[in-house]
């Protein structure tokens, strides 16, 4: 029992540190930007490389882990998370610290599928496995919430390079664990990794992301904007071609036929999409428009951190064993919804904290979303 209990803070740490590389950076980007050169639409990559590396390759994490086991994608990821943060906060240019993040991400493809597979393989379905989902939804959620508080503190007390300092430790104490809390890989599984599909995903993510970030400063009919756009949009279709031919494709095209995969899909992009997003619209709001240092705006973030944590520890397993997943999932993605809104509501130029405050709600919602 006190092995499954470190074994599953060991996995929930872990998507901690996934979930507060996310944004733990926002508060302290104009800190950065400053630093390091970045002007006001490029200091934007600082989250897009991350997000890129990690969405771009995270099909390609969950192969690899599938061909070459679980506890060892584990510790490639933690490596690469560890040596890419220290070289983040070290980073003398703006160039060094995108292609770290971009690295970060990459580990946090290798992290996510392997901490989900040591998640189902390591703990029976029922009452146990719910428990462990919910701990790693909060981890996952107080995460993110978390990450701005953390930023904050950190970019006011020790300067910006920190918010990547912070993770070497963390990632190497998880490394260090892993060999003595995870069960040893089977044997490797035969297959291809499908390289092409991976290095296609990757690129069209990141061509679209250029071209949605260069739109409103360079104009959407520029060439940087329009023709990112039209790349990316391109070498998707080229993914679709390439995968529909592959012996052991990356992405099985005939998985999409399924109406219940579609929709889950669907509803992730959307969660993620959202939510995502709203936590660095919400840090830009704070600082340039209502003044906020880096400190005071991390502290606003502290009721949604509380919230999410207690609710994914105990509102979580609760419900998910009552109501199922799906009812689980409509009902918290709705009142995430309504949490949004709320926010929305509360962002306005004579706005401030207390009008905030009402969107803290939407933590608990969020929490078991995720899980």
Same mark, same amino acid.
């Given at each position: 029992?006190?092995r499954?209990?470190?074994?599953l803070a060991l996995?929930a740490s872990?998507?901690?540190?996934?979930?507060?590389d996310y944004?733990i950076?926002?508060?302290a980007l104009?800190?950065?930007g400053t630093?390091?050169g970045?002007?006001p639409s490029s200091v934007?990559?600082?989250?897009s490389?991350y997000?890129?590396g990690?969405?771009g390759l995270l099909?390609?994490?969950?192969r /690899?882990v599938d061909?070459?086991? #679980?506890?060892?994608m584990f510790?490639t @990821?933690?490596a690469?998370?560890g040596? &890419?943060s $220290? *070289?983040g906060?070290?980073?003398?240019?703006?160039?060094m610290?995108?292609?770290?993040r971009?690295v970060?991400g990459?580990?946090g493809a290798?992290?996510?599928?392997a901490t989900?597979t040591?998640i189902?393989?390591?703990f029976?379905?029922g009452p146990a496995?719910?428990?462990?989902?919910?701990?790693w939804?909060?981890?996952g959620?107080?995460?993110l919430?978390a990450?701005?508080?953390?930023?904050?503190?950190?970019?006011?007390?020790l300067?910006?390079?920190?918010v990547?300092?912070v993770?070497?430790?963390?990632?190497?104490?998880?490394?260090?664990? /892993?060999?003595?809390l995870l069960p #040893?890989?089977p044997?490797?599984?035969? @297959?291809s990794?499908?390289v092409p599909? &991976?290095? $296609? *995903?990757t690129?069209a993510?990141?061509l679209l992301?250029?071209?949605?970030?260069?739109?409103?400063d360079a104009?959407?009919a520029?060439?940087?904007a329009?023709?990112?756009l039209a790349?990316g949009?391109?070498?998707?279709?080229?993914?679709i071609a390439?995968?529909a031919?592959?012996r052991?494709?990356?992405i099985?095209?005939?998985l999409?036929?399924?109406?219940?995969?579609?929709?889950?899909?669907?509803?992730?992009?959307v969660?993620?999409g959202t939510?995502g997003g709203g936590?660095?619209i919400l840090?830009s709001?704070?600082q340039?428009?209502?003044?906020?240092?880096?400190?005071?705006?991390g502290?606003?973030?502290l009721?949604?951190?509380?919230?999410?944590m207690?609710a &994914?520890?105990?509102?979580?397993?609760?419900?998910l064993g009552r109501?199922?997943i799906?009812?689980?999932?409509?009902?918290?993605?709705a009142?995430?919804?309504?949490?949004?809104a709320?926010?929305?509501?509360?962002t306005?130029a004579g706005?401030?904290?207390?009008?905030l405050l009402?969107?803290?709600?939407?933590g608990?919602c969020?929490?078991?979303?995720?899980s």
């Amino acid at each position: 029992m006190e092995r499954h209990r470190a074994r599953l803070a060991l996995l929930a740490s872990t998507q901690l540190i996934v979930a507060l590389d996310y944004n733990i950076v926002y508060v302290a980007l104009p800190g950065i930007g400053t630093a390091l050169g970045f002007g006001p639409s490029s200091v934007q990559w600082v989250v897009s490389a991350y997000s890129v590396g990690l969405g771009g390759l995270l099909l390609f994490g969950g192969r /690899a882990v599938d061909r070459l086991g #679980a506890r060892r994608m584990f510790m490639t @990821g933690l490596a690469l998370y560890g040596a &890419a943060s $220290l *070289a983040g906060g070290l980073a003398s240019g703006a160039g060094m610290l995108v292609a770290a993040r971009a690295v970060q991400g990459a580990g946090g493809a290798l992290l996510t599928p392997a901490t989900l597979t040591l998640i189902y393989r390591g703990f029976a379905e029922g009452p146990a496995r719910n428990k462990a989902l919910g701990a790693w939804g909060m981890a996952g959620s107080a995460g993110l919430a978390a990450g701005s508080l953390l930023g904050g503190v950190l970019t006011n007390y020790l300067g910006w390079e920190w918010v990547f300092f912070v993770n070497v430790p963390l990632a190497l104490a998880c490394a260090l664990a /892993a060999p003595r809390l995870l069960p #040893a890989d089977p044997a490797r599984a035969p @297959g291809s990794f499908d390289v092409p599909g &991976a290095a $296609l *995903a990757t690129a069209a993510s990141a061509l679209l992301v250029l071209g949605l970030a260069s739109g409103p400063d360079a104009g959407w009919a520029s060439a940087r904007a329009a023709g990112s756009l039209a790349a990316g949009a391109v070498l998707l279709a080229v993914l679709i071609a390439v995968e529909a031919r592959t012996r052991d494709p990356l992405i099985p095209l005939r998985l999409a036929r399924g109406r219940g995969l579609a929709t889950t899909m669907i509803v992730i992009a959307v969660f993620q999409g959202t939510l995502g997003g709203g936590y660095y619209i919400l840090t830009s709001y704070l600082q340039p428009v209502l003044g906020y240092s880096a400190l005071e705006a991390g502290l606003a973030f502290l009721p949604l951190t509380l919230v999410c944590m207690l609710a &994914a520890l105990t509102i979580t397993p609760v419900v998910l064993g009552r109501w199922g997943i799906r009812t689980t999932l409509a009902v918290s993605t709705a009142g995430t919804g309504a949490g949004i809104a709320a926010m929305v509501a509360g962002t306005t130029a004579g706005g401030g904290f207390w009008t905030l405050l009402p969107a803290a709600s939407s933590g608990a919602c969020s929490a078991a979303s995720r899980s």
